[in-house]
């Protein structure tokens, strides 16, 4: 479910409920049984607390609100008497939490004790699953391993040795979460609110209020829009991805004709990798934060071990510098080595650096040192035109400076390229990095949104919805993968400085009041 969308995929494996310490669950009320804790593998067994779930006059609290909703539809058990969500009553409380590191998971909000000062009952800090259910991985020859593995919640349920313990963690955290909320609730009423910054719409003294009033109901909204989704066309994100597929296969063919004249050995180098691109053009270059260091000239790769060189003139396992061939040998992998082959560094004056202070290999940096549109290179542009090109020029001009530059533009389109790839046409198809999907059999796909943001703005993850590539960047047209279902419409609307009028308006700032 970590991948999944919860809208899409997850089960329910149990069930915890807590209703404070006065409510005993015992059959004669002698036991002090305050938790109940129900088994769910079995539908049947979930399906008895349908009525429960679904009745809206029995008010339910829960951290991460949307999550349980969605998975809990899945069985088509449909959540009404939604109470309150602890992840945004904190949120609310204190907005620095995210950027401190802290963050709001449940055990991280259980082991704050400002924001636990007002629980009612004695608390006890909720700890992670990875802290007490990881366990050594096993290795094939049945020895364990250094790497720690977090079993799956079934089998953690399942097994002996950790049921008990899966039943107390899953228990505890219905009452860490009835704590918090009692203790949040206190908190938010003390919290006054600016009576000029609420509208009469609402009768709102303090943060509770506003909770209750506006951003409970808020939340509920935002779980909806979850649940909902937006169509996307598949057929024509795959279409595009395809020929994306092509264009890199072209680029990259391109580039590497150009780069075994210069330097056989990287041949087979990763056109994307960051140090070795470093190595290929900064070779020799300093360290902006430590000039004594430079960037190698050289750099030796070991790839698997290719049958013939495409050239054709030998079969290629490694290459020796200092022969300037390949000499054959036949191993798993051959080592190859990369070779800085800009003729001078020394005319590259680069502006962009990484946090360790070497040069910065992004797309934005390369098309700085490329300086012009390759697109018109060798194509009767003039020479002040190519002058202020500092990549041009560190290739000594002329027809080995415009080769260059190609093929730079060729190394910045495939870093373009891959960014669409990656961050938005394999995404929208609900393919994530780690295997999950978020997209359903009607073809909508189904993101997450989020409050506990630092600027307090909405986000979107898994996929980023809010993220598409800019008009003027969208080479596939990516944005025509979002689509209507058959007889509606999409409008497509946006707020002009929403934020600057705010400002004005909070403010009562006269010259903010007459520009917006």
């Not at 970590?2 to 494996?13: H, K, L, M, N, Q």
């Not at 509920?220 to 595009?240: C, H, P, Q, S, W």
Request: proline letters at 4%; glycine letters at 6%.
């Amino acid at each position: 479910v970590r991948e999944d969308s919860p809208c899409v995929a997850g089960v329910i494996t149990c069930l915890s409920i807590y209703c404070g310490p006065d409510v005993d669950f015992s059959k004669d009320e002698s036991e002090g049984r305050s938790c109940i804790w129900v088994e769910t593998m079995d539908e049947k067994v979930l399906m008895e607390f349908k009525e429960y779930l679904e009745d809206e006059n029995i008010s339910k609290v829960w951290h991460n609100y949307g999550f349980d909703r969605h998975v809990l539809a899945n069985h088509d058990i449909h959540l009404k008497g939604f109470g309150g969500d602890t992840l945004h009553m904190a949120r609310l409380l204190d907005s620095s939490k995210l950027g401190s590191g802290s963050g709001y998971s449940l055990d991280q909000l259980t082991k704050d004790e400002k924001i636990m000062s007002f629980s009612p009952t004695p608390v006890r800090p909720k700890t992670g699953m990875k802290e007490i259910f990881s366990r050594p991985n096993v290795l094939k020859i049945g020895t364990l391993g250094k790497k720690m593995v977090l079993p799956s919640v079934e089998e953690l349920q399942l097994d002996p040795r950790t049921r008990l313990q899966r039943i107390h963690y899953s228990a505890l955290d219905a009452e860490a979460t009835w704590q918090l909320r009692e203790s949040l609730h206190k908190a938010l009423e003390l919290k006054a609110v600016d009576e000029n910054v609420i509208t009469a719409h609402y009768d709102i003294k303090n943060l509770w209020d506003l909770y209750r009033e506006v951003w409970r109901p808020f939340g509920e909204i935002l779980t909806d829009m979850e649940k909902r989704g937006i169509k996307v066309n598949r057929a024509y994100l795959e279409e595009i991805e395809e020929k994306a597929a092509e264009n890199l296969k072209e680029l990259h063919e391109d580039l590497k004709g150009w780069i075994v004249k210069n330097c056989p050995g990287a041949y087979y180098m990763n056109s994307t990798s960051d140090e070795q691109l470093r190595v290929l053009f900064f070779g020799g270059f300093p360290n902006k934060h430590a000039p004594g260091k430079r960037v190698p000239k050289s750099r030796v790769i070991e790839i698997s071990n290719p049958a013939v060189h495409p050239d054709g003139r030998c079969n290629l396992s490694v290459w020796d510098p200092k022969k300037q061939t390949f000499k054959k040998k036949n191993t798993k992998n051959a080592k190859l080595e990369i070779q800085t082959i800009t003729r001078d560094v020394s005319r590259l004056k680069l502006d962009a650096f990484t946090d360790s202070g070497w040069p910065a290999v992004s797309e934005s940096a390369l098309k700085h040192m490329l300086g012009v549109n390759a697109a018109k290179i060798g194509d009767g542009m003039d020479s002040d035109a190519l002058a202020k090109s500092m990549f041009y020029q560190a290739f000594n001009g002329g027809d080995e400076g415009i080769e260059a530059c190609k093929a730079l533009s060729d190394i910045i389109n495939i870093k373009r390229v891959e960014t669409l790839c990656s961050g938005f046409i394999l995404p929208l198809q609900g393919v994530s990095k780690g295997g999950g999907n978020t997209v359903d059999t009607n073809d909508r796909i189904h993101c997450s949104l989020n409050l506990n943001t630092e600027t307090g703005r909405l986000s979107a993850r898994r996929p980023n919805l809010q993220n598409q590539p800019a008009l003027e960047k969208d080479i596939y047209k990516i944005r025509s993968a979002f689509v209507a279902e058959e007889g509606n419409t999409l409008v497509v609307a946006d707020y002009g400085q929403l934020e600057l009028r705010l400002l004005a308006h909070v403010t009562s700032c006269q010259s903010l009041l007459a520009a917006f």
